[in-house]
């Protein structure tokens, strides 16, 4: 496979443009440059070469019709692997990245910089790399796996990466260090199990590995096995050195203490030597690079510049979903900034509802409405509507004596009120001119007797609901009546009235309550035209919108 160069940042600007204009020349050196670096990325994401190669096909068909979009022209390799990912993903990825096990180990074939881990030719045999990057792949996520994939092997930087996975720079680079690191944890315990099992007994060496490197490493072991045969066997408690290393190379870490044999074999170990020095960018730049098929680039540019094709291409882009606002393809694992935005305004609104809800049960119900409301709500009673009695009337309502005087002249004469009167409506009397005859007096008539209020029920409990009912009733006669609440969050239908005898008013009770309401108690009171009052007991609990 050859070797190929970075794209020049120019260089995906003029192939966006050529795109744009739908010029075929751009295409096919759109192919060129990335068709090998995304089927290797669709392959090691799928494991399967068939959907790799139609994963990379849509790609192209896609970009020829939608890339041209984005808002920044250079993120054009971006595009191109989020456009590859998102179908990966909806196809359903391997849980591990794959890479094919008879393949040998060679020079980076994705180079985007000088090679830093210093093997050159001198590195352990391929058979010894693929066992130390499938256990160190084995301890990472399957999204850690593919950021370590795009960022040492096909070297994108965290701006490009994070367009890529549609995260931003900031917290694509947060995961390319937190992987790294678990990344390196793996290797390092995968290469001690191996050092480990290479101290314990001979290993079958790599053909290109026997000679004199042979020699050396069965010389360094023979002092090894010579110590062990000596040793009085090992407690059955304690696991061996093959149970050990298959538990570091199924993922469980390296807790044994450091064992002196070993180190000693290490030292002199070539193969050992070699194994230490291998890093995860090595493993990764240098895993088996996958053979493009020959077919795919004929396939590709029939499918984009044949017109009976038309259709087919708007349906590989209608399948490649939404574009983010940046143009870029939206990747189906990772929600839209708008989605976390509401995540975020629903989440903090839940929460404080929450909290509100387990202070008001923790403080108890015994906290009136008076001590906290929301919103603020005056709690102060509400002004009662009742008539004057006569003694107010006669000292002026306010205390006050009126110019009669409280010897009940023509000017202070109380008037009774009428049974069937309203307690809202009040007589005018109007003066007499001495100087004018006195009508005779006329026979009065006794005052209709006034009946009994009777009030039910003598408690009300409002929980879990907002509405209650109270019944009035006139005993032995007809009965006037004014009601007051001692908080303006009890509202009743009516808050006066009157009543024929044995007649009956019920009356609707309705608790105002904000978004969140808390526990707490009332009164009602209601007073007959005798001015006896009856009081009624509201108790109610928490409540929500």
Wanted: proline share 10%.
């Amino acid at each position: 496979m050859p070797r190929l160069s970075t794209s020049a940042r120019s260089a995906d600007h003029k192939l966006v443009k050529g795109l744009n204009e739908g010029d075929e020349a751009a295409l096919a050196a759109l192919y060129d440059e990335y068709a090998e670096r995304l089927y290797d990325y669709a392959l090691s994401m799928s494991g399967d070469a068939k959907v790799a190669a139609d994963i990379v096909h849509d790609a192209f068909i896609d970009a020829c019709r939608r890339a041209p979009r984005m808002r920044d022209h250079l993120y054009l390799s971006s595009w191109l692997y989020g456009a590859a990912r998102r179908r990966c993903v909806r196809r359903g990825r391997a849980k591990a990245l794959f890479f094919d096990r008879e393949a040998e180990f060679a020079d980076p074939p994705f180079p985007d910089r000088a090679d830093g881990d210093g093997l050159g030719l001198d590195w352990p045999p391929s058979g010894d790399m693929h066992r130390l990057l499938r256990a160190a792949l084995a301890r990472l996520e399957p999204v850690d796996q593919e950021v370590m994939l795009l960022a040492f092997r096909h070297g994108l930087r965290p701006a490009r990466l994070g367009a890529a996975l549609g995260l931003s720079p900031r917290r694509a680079a947060m995961r390319v260090r937190k992987a790294r690191a678990e990344l390196e944890d793996a290797l390092r315990d995968a290469v001690r199990a191996a050092e480990r099992a290479c101290a314990a007994g001979p290993v079958e060496e790599a053909p290109e590995a026997a000679g004199d490197a042979g020699i050396a490493v069965l010389a360094a072991r023979a002092p090894a096995e010579e110590a062990e045969e000596a040793a009085p066997p090992a407690p059955a408690a304690r696991p061996g050195p093959a149970g050990r290393v298959l538990r570091m190379l199924r993922g469980g870490g390296d807790d044994s203490p450091a064992d002196p044999e070993t180190e000693r074999h290490v030292a002199d170990c070539l193969a050992c030597l070699r194994r230490g020095r291998v890093s995860p960018a090595a493993l990764l730049r240098r895993a088996p690079a996958p053979v493009l098929p020959a077919a795919l680039r004929h396939r590709v540019m029939h499918t984009a510049t044949d017109p009976e094709l038309a259709g087919y291409r708007a349906d590989i882009a209608a399948r490649g979903g939404p574009l983010t606002p940046s143009g870029l393809p939206s990747q189906p694992d990772v929600p839209s900034p708008f989605t976390r935005r509401w995540l975020f305004t629903v989440g903090g609104m839940a929460g404080a509802l929450v909290a509100a809800l387990v202070a008001a049960f923790v403080m108890g119900p015994g906290i009136g409405s008076g001590t906290l409301s929301w919103p603020p709500f005056r709690t102060g009673p509400q002004p009662s509507i009742t008539h004057e009695s006569p003694q107010e009337r006669g000292s002026g309502g306010g205390g006050h004596p009126s110019p009669g005087g409280p010897s009940g002249g023509p000017q202070a004469r109380p008037v009774q009120p009428s049974p069937g009167l309203r307690p809202d409506e009040k007589t005018t009397v109007h003066p007499t001119d001495p100087s004018s005859p006195t009508p005779p007096a006329q026979p009065t008539q006794p005052p209709a007797k006034t009946g009994v209020l009777v009030v039910n029920p003598a408690k009300v409990e409002m929980y879990g609901t907002k509405t209650a009912h109270v019944s009035l009733a006139a005993e032995s006669g007809p009965v006037s009546w004014t009601a007051m609440t001692s908080s303006n969050q009890l509202i009743l239908s009516e808050m006066q009235g009157g009543m024929s005898a044995g007649g009956t008013t019920e009356l609707t009770l309705t608790l105002r309550t904000a978004l969140i309401g808390l526990p707490g108690q009332g009164t009602l009171t209601f007073t007959d035209s005798e001015g006896a009052s009856h009081q009624v007991k509201v108790v109610w609990g928490a409540t929500l919108l």
